[in-house]
């Protein structure tokens, strides 16, 4: 019964679930860029033909993450169209994934709006910054042409995805330390 009473106090309020979601949405995006960071520190040691290929046997250690799910999808679709880049956009997506993309918009709905939209701009600069990239690498006419095209790509993700590691980590220990003052 007690548990029960701890895990009802959790959820009492409007607030106290608003930080809930709050912490469920962070969270979910921080292993997706810690994902995404890991992956593209591995690419950014790619140097030659033979690291080239060692790192394109470990990419499947990589699929927790949706973005590079997609660029997956995407690097082996014939051509390369919306109506090819949507389907390999829907066919990257897991019902986890559709779930956390769900909860993250009721997230935007809810949030501070100033907050919402650098997220989602930053984002969405990072998504076609990175499809350029890999459209620029294949249309690479040599293999060292395509690994220098995926090492500034890999270092410029690597960048951009560790200022996002650093701001959700903020807003996640800023998140924790209002639901602990609004549970008192």
């Known amino acids: 019964m007690k548990l ?10 409007f607030e106290k679930r ?15 860029y810690v994902l995404q960071a890991l992956f593209f520190l591995s690419l950014v040691q790619v140097h ?15 699929t927790g993450s949706i973005l590079i799910r997609i660029a997956y999808r995407f690097i082996t679709i014939p051509t390369v169209s919306i109506t090819s880049f949507l ?7 897991s019902f986890f994934d559709l779930f956390f993309i769900l909860l993250t918009i009721l997230w ?5 709006k100033k907050k919402a939209s650098l997220f989602t701009g930053g984002n969405v600069l990072m998504l076609i910054v990175l499809f350029i990239g890999l459209m ?3 249309r690479a006419d040599s293999i060292q042409s395509l690994i ?17 590691i650093v701001i959700l980590m903020f807003n996640l220990v800023q998140n924790c330390l209002k639901w602990v003052k609004t549970k008192s």
């Open 48 to 62: 030659d033909y033979h690291s080239l290929f060692a790192f394109m046997k470990d990419m499947d250690s990589y």
């Open 4 to 13: 029960y009473r701890l895990i009802d106090s959790l959820w009492n309020s």
């Open 148 to 164: 220098q095209c995926l090492h500034v790509l890999s270092l410029w993700s690597l960048v951009a995805h560790i200022v996002f």
């Open 18 to 32: 608003r930080r809930i979601l709050s912490l469920f949405v962070f969270l979910y995006w921080f292993l997706q």
């Open 108 to 112: 935007f709905l809810q949030a501070n």
């Open 136 to 138: 620029i690498g294949m």
């Open 87 to 93: 389907s390999s956009l829907w066919n990257a997506m």
